[in-house]
Structures are given as structure tokens and as C-alpha cells.
């Protein structure tokens, strides 16, 4: 409770005007008061007498009942010279509204002004001190909330200009659907404080706090208010460290947790959700703990408020923001509540609530104008006057008209004008008081992106800084990290860890497009590396060369028997499936560079058909001169023909056939489900393989498989042909070449599933070397040996040697066979 000779400082009690409109010509009284009536105050007789409740004095003494004898009427204590101001605009506006010819002419309205003490029985014992069809105040929310109770059950109108919360509009369609109760009707912006509060939240998310504590009033005013801020916020992922509540009779206990809950806090931004008066003791609190460096924001109910910025220890709330009631001008009332009074100096001189005083001037004109309209005024008024609540009520909502300061007015289906705030901060001058500049607006009218507008160059905040202050429980997250929610705290509340492998840092840590990869700083998306066999590469540069080695020294090898052709070892091993196999194996080798380079459609298609292709008619030549060692050595038997069936024209059509069927199995695949280029992201995370799918299995396996049983085929002939004559030894040759043949090709199936990527396709054209050169050196290269350096042994006579005797009819035989006899 505050002293009585404290008041001009402390900027008194809340103000809680409630302008009663009670006009009659009779004395019938609508309830029965229990106790002895109280006069007014203040009181002028008229046709129409227009009542009032201020706080002359903001609070009462308290006096401990006995309950033997009656309660001692209030004893009222601490003068308000605010409460003062406004029932001085309710006389200037009656007086305009008097001597005006505009509006109720020929009535004069009367008034009478009773005291609240700022205590709600009070409050709604006023209005039944007489008859009350509607009622006009300024007023907080809990003696709104007291009154509309009273009231309720007769159906009166409730206009009020000064603030008033959303929740009452809420409260009060209760009442109107459940007791046919009254509607209220607001001078201060829309709903009021949905509106403010949603406001304070968008301007705090503007700045960038995320992190905030609050005090609040613990009354109806700021416990509803905080509530909508509270749902705002956490809509917009702002998170309260404390909300406590707050009223100047609080104990010193409460205040002292206060305290200490905002000193062991770890925000710098307190919103206060407080009337003027609660803030007044607020500041002497903090002023005596020194609890500087705390940035403010504020309701429209302290932070233009002129007594808070000149009480003890205002410094605490140097660089507030807020929000206000939009500047206002009343042309004539200053200089009506000064009058006779320029020599006094005190808070009566106040005028820097000239938007409240409008709010009061228009709430009387507001029911004067509705009055206007239901008695039918023309040039003059009638003397018959409706007095049915409703009717009022319904004209009241309906009502529109322009100030002489041209201000509009009327209300929306709320009982709320337009939504508009000036955004307020204190400014510390040099002589230190405080100046309230207007930094923005803030306007419910526009869409919701264009609602706030803040010039942030203007501004000073706590501590006389010009940086915004920052307020958050854990500080922005570095690109390449995402927030961890730490246990038990609001989600402000993190940690910062590293995004995962493949994983970049927006706002959350998002996986990268399947072509890309993390950075090491997980902070961008960069295109995977694109791996592939290249000619470039040490790898691919070995197989190339590799493969043009085998092809030359193949074409060496044809040249060689071509330059020799007519010599007998030449004509012994059948020179025609000779060349033919040597051109083959040169296709061999060259095949495989098509496995190296960037895959595309066509080289994925001909790499394996031209590979199956290939060494298939490899295969078919190395059978065809192994049937005919064997055809050779079965036509000496006697009785045998095979000669006839077995000559060089058959052996053409048996290698010729082999390979048909090679070829279509190979255009049965490339039809019905050819190989494609394919980028192969699953073996390696951070790199793309492009390599060719098989596209169907079936088809390549197909080809593998014939390939495999043709070389198996000829490597049991060969084995069965191994016992010829030493000098004869063509099956020998043929028995190595298919045993390393089949011995590559069965290691390479195990190792060409596990290899990944571009090893898989190096496996590939290693097996095909492999193979081919074991072909080229097992078969010809002993014979270049005896072509090349042993010229003597490349004789008839050598190969018809005694001891061969024999065997002279075989080797007569294969000779026919390979000359084609």
C-alpha cells in the first residue's frame, strides 16, 4: 500500500472510469441498494444526467471488521490527480455537447461523478445508485468483469474508453447468450489486448529474442493478456524463461522472489504485461536491487505513461519498448483543464494522455450521439425519451460519426474500432528525463507480414547501447550442425551437433540430393565425384595398354603364319581356323577398350554383345581345330569315313553355327532388355559410380553361360585328344589354353559380384586378357618358336620322322583335312 504523501510520484492508482449514462424523468429505481446511498462527488442536474466513477483517491485504508456493528463506510486515501484529468474531459465534452446545436439540441445533459477509491465493491455498487439504461467508463479489467455482472440481467450497454480485454468481449457474449446481459463497446484498439498482445509478441520475435521472461498483473487485465501473448509466442517459437505474476499489495516476500528469479535468470528481456501502478513500485524495486541491463517492453498502460518516466529510479527502464495508444488531439481540452492553472506545477499539468482524454471525449459523444439518434432530433428534440436498455444497446453498435478533429468513430461487430499502436521508446536525454519517441506503428488493418513496422535506426536500448540486445537460451546453430533439444527445457533450449555424413545445416539438418554430398563443413551440397574406368587413370591406362599389347602381338602372330603359310607346320595345324582364330582373339583384346571410358547407350550395348560375339567365335575355332585332331585320329581306324563328314567346309559350318547362336541370344537381350548406363550410388556415399546395368540378368548370364560350355566342351575334347604324338602336339596346346581359359572365367564370377564399381568392370577386362592371351601363347606361340628360331625342325621330313611312323597315316590324314584334300 502506498503512503498518502507519496502520490505525485508514484503515478497513483489505475484509472477506472466508468462513465454511468443514466437519464430519467422519473425516480423508479431498477434495484434496490443495500445500505446508505452515497453522494456524488461532483453533480449538475439536467435533462439527462450522464453518471461517472473515477479514482479521486487510488486506494482505501483497511479496516479489519469486527462483524458486531455495520461496516464503516471506505476511507478513501493517496488523491489522483489522473482520475482528476478524466472526469475534466468528461466536463469539457458535456459542455461542448451542450452549447453545440448539432447534436441533442434543446437537451441539456447533467452529470454525476462518484469516487471508486480503486476498490471493486465499489465499483459495482455505483451502478445501482440509480437507474442505469447504459453506462459509458474507463475502467480496468477486473471492475469491468465486477460490473457486467451486476448489470447484467438488465440489459445495459457498457461503452468504455480506456483498456479493456478480449477476453471481456469473450465474457460478456457468455452473459449476452446466457443472461441476456450486456454487450461491451471499447475505445482503445480492437479486442484489446488479442490485438496487443499479438502485437508485443510479433515485436519481440522481430528483434530476434527467442528467449524472455515476463511479469505480469495478477489481475484480469494481466493474467488474460499474457495468456494470448504466451499462445503468440509460442506460434512464433518464442519461449518464456519465467511468467510471474505481480501486484503492488503484493508482500515482500513475493516482491524479493521476484527478485531473485530474475536475477538467477539467464534472459535480458522482461515483458511487462502490468498496469502503471503495479510498474511504479516495480521500478522502486529494481531501483533499490540495481537491476540494470535488462531491455523492457511494455503495454500501452505504462510505456508512454509520464509518471513511471519521472519516478525514483525510472533509469531502470532506459530503452523500454512499447506499444501506445496512437496520438491524439482534442482541440480546446488543454487549454479547458489548465484553465486558472498556469502557475501550478505538478502532475495535474500532465497532458501526455491526451490519447486516453480522447477516448473518454469520444466515449461521451458516443452515447450522446446515440441518445441523438433514438429520440429523433431534428432542429430540436422531443421530451420523450426511450428507456429500454436494448434499444440503446442496438443503436449503440450501429453508431458512426466524426470528431471535430475529424477523427472517425464507430465500432465493428467486437464493439472495437480499428487496431493501430505507435511503437514507443524511451530515450534518455541528457538531463535526464526521459523522451517517448514514436519508432513505428503497428496496424491490424494490413496483412499480417506488413502489420509491424519498426525504424531500428532510431532506437536506444538498454543501457544507452544502439546494438539490439540478444536474448536467447542457446545461440544460433553454425551451418553444419542441427539443434539437439536439451532435457527437461523449453525447445529454445539446444545443443548444437554436427549434421551426419551426406547431411547439410539450413534450419534443420536436411539429407543432400542423392547426386550430392555434404562439404566437411556440412554447411553446402557439392556434386559427388563421378567415378568411372578412364583411359587417364593408372588402371585404365595398364588395360589399355595391355590390350593393344595383346592386339599387336596377335597381328604379329597372323603376319608371322601368313609369311610362313606354305611351310608343313603351318598346313599341319589347319592355317584356315588358324587365322580365323587369330582374328578373333585380335577382336578380343580390342573389345575390351570399349569396357573403359564413360558408359553411354551405345558403348554399354556393344561392349557386351561384342565381348559374348567375340570370344564365342574364339571358342568355335579352338573347337573346330580340336574336333579336327580328333576326326584326324579317328579316320586312320579302319572302315572309318569321317573324313567326308568332317572336311574344311563342315568345320566353317560348325564355327559359324556356335556363333549364330551366340548372336541371337546377344539380339534376344539387346531387344528385350538391353544394358543402359546407370549411376551406381549405393556402393560409396560420397561418390557416384556410372557404370552400365546389365538391364536383364538373364540375357548376360545367358551369354557368360554359353561361352562357358563351349569352352567346356572343348577343353573334355582336348583332354581326349592329349595323347597324340609328341611332334603332333596341337591337342596339348589347346588342353592348356581351355585350362586356363575355364580357370580365369570360373575365378572371375566370384570376384566380378564383389568388386564395386569401376574394380567390377577392370575384373571383367582382366579375365578378358587373361584369357585371350592364354590362347594366343598356349596355342601359337610354340609354333612361332619353331617357325621363327628353329627353321629346321619346320621340315616334312621332320614331322615324318621313323619314330613317327606310326602315326604317318594320322598325320597324312590331318594334313588332308587342313588343305582341304
Known sequence: MLPTQRWSEQGL?????????????S???????????????????????????????????????????????????????????????????????????????????GYKLYDLCGSIARAVKKPCSGSVPAIVGVTSSSPCMAIST???????????????????????????????????????????????????AQMVKHFGWTWVGAIRSNDDY??????????????????????????????????????ETIKGSTSKVIIAFVNHMDMDVLIEEFAHHNLTGYQWVGTESWISDSQNAQAKGHYILDGSIGLAIRKAHVTGLREFILDDLTQIKNSFHDMSLMPIFNNVYKAVYAVAHTLHTIIGCGDTCSNTIASDPQVILQHLKKIRFKTKDGEEVYFNQYGDPAAKYDIINWQPKKDGSVEFVTVGLFDASLPEEKQLHIDNLTLTWANNSKQVPISVCSGTCALG???????????????????????????????????????????????????????????????????????????????????????????????????????????????????????????????????????????????GKTLAVLMAFKATLPGSNLMKWFGPRRQRIVVLAFTFIQVVICIVWV??????????????????????????????????????????????????????????????????????????????????????????????????????????????????????LKPERNTKKNMMEKKMCPFYGILKTFKKFSLGA
Open 222 to 259: 494481466g493474467n488474460n493478456g499474457m495468456a494470448i501473448f504466451i499462445d503468440t509466442a509460442t506460434e512464433l517459437g518464442i519461449c518464456l524463461e519465467y511468467s510471474l505474476p505481480f501486484i503492488r499489495t503484493d508482500p515482500p516476500e513475493q516482491k524479493q522472489k521476484i527478485i
Open 671 to 788: 531387344t528385350a532388355n538391353p544394358p543402359y548406363p546407370f549411376k551406381n550410388l549405393r556402393h560409396f556415399k560420397d561418390k557416384i559410380i556410372l557404370e552400365c546395368a546389365l538391364g536383364s540378368p538373364i540375357g548376360f548370364w545367358a551369354v557368360l553361360g554359353y561361352i562357358g560350355l563351349l569352352a567346356m566342351l572343348c577343353f573334355i575334347l582336348a583332354i581326349l585328344a592329349r595323347k597324340l604324338p609328341d611332334n603332333f602336339n596341337e591337342a596339348k596346346f589347346i588342353t592348356f589354353s581351355m585350362l586356363i581359359f575355364c580357370a580365369v572365367w570360373m575365378t572371375f564370377i566370384p570376384a566380378y559380384v564383389s568388386s564395386p564399381g569401376k574394380f567390377s568392370v577392370a575384373v571383367e577386362i582382366f579375365a578378358i586378357l587373361a584369357s585371350s592371351f592364354g590362347l594366343l601363347f598356349c596355342i601359337f606361340v610354340p609354333k612361332c618358336y619353331i617357325i621363327l
Open 481 to 623: 550442425t542441427r539443434k539437439v533439444l536439451q532435457k527437461g527445457k523449453p525447445v529454445c533450449c539446444y545443443d548444437c551437433i554436427p549434421c551426419a555424413e551426406g547431411e547439410v545445416n539450413s534450419i534443420t539438418c536436411v539429407r543432400c540430393h542423392p547426386e550430392f554430398w555434404s562439404n566437411k563443413r556440412r554447411d553446402e551440397c557439392e556434386k559427388k565425384e563421378t567415378e568411372f574406368l578412364s583411359y587417364t587413370e593408372i588402371m585404365g591406362t595398364i588395360l589399355t595398354l595391355s590390350s593393344l599389347l595383346g592386339a599387336c602381338l596377335t597381328a604379329t602372330v597372323a603376319f608371322i603364319f601368313f609369311r610362313h603359310r606354305n611351310t608343313p607346320i603351318v598346313k599341319a595345324n589347319n592355317s584356315e581356323l588358324s587365322f580365323l582364330l587369330l582374328f578373333s582373339l585380335t577382336l578380343c583384346f580390342l573389345c575390351s577398350l570399349t569396357f573403359i571410358g564413360r558408359p553411354s547407350d551405345w558403348s554399354c550395348i556393344f561392349r557386351h554383345t561384342a565381348f559374348g560375339i567375340t570370344f564365342v567365335l574364339c571358342i568355335s575355332c579352338v573347337l
Open 13 to 25: 492508482a489505475l484509472l477506472q472510469l466508468l462513465l454511468v449514462a443514466s437519464f430519467s424523468k
Open 150 to 200: 451486476v448489470i447484467g440481467p438488465f440489459h445495459t450497454p457498457l461503452v468504455k474508453s480506456y483498456k479493456v480485454t478480449s477476453f471481456l468481449n469473450i465474457q460478456n457474449l457468455y452473459i449476452f447468450l446466457y443472461a441476456d446481459s450486456s454487450v461491451f463497446f471499447q475505445f482503445l484498439s480492437p479486442y484489446l489486448d488479442y490485438y496487443q498482445s499479438r502485437a508485443l
Open 27 to 109: 425516480e423508479e429505481r431498477v434495484c434496490s441498494l443495500m445500505g446508505e446511498p452515497e453522494e456524488p462527488q461532483l453533480f449538475k442536474t439536467g435533462d439527462i444526467i450522464l453518471g461517472g466513477i473515477f479514482s479521486f483517491h487510488s486506494t482505501f485504508k483497511t479496516v479489519e471488521s469486527t462483524y458486531v456493528h455495520r461496516p464503516l463506510p471506505l476511507q478513501c486515501i493517496s488523491l489522483n490527480f489522473r482520475a482528476i484529468q478524466y472526469a475534466q474531459v468528461m466536463l469539457f465534452a458535456i459542455e461542448e455537447i451542450n452549447n453545440s446545436t448539432d447534436i441533442l439540441p434543446g437537451i441539456k445533459l
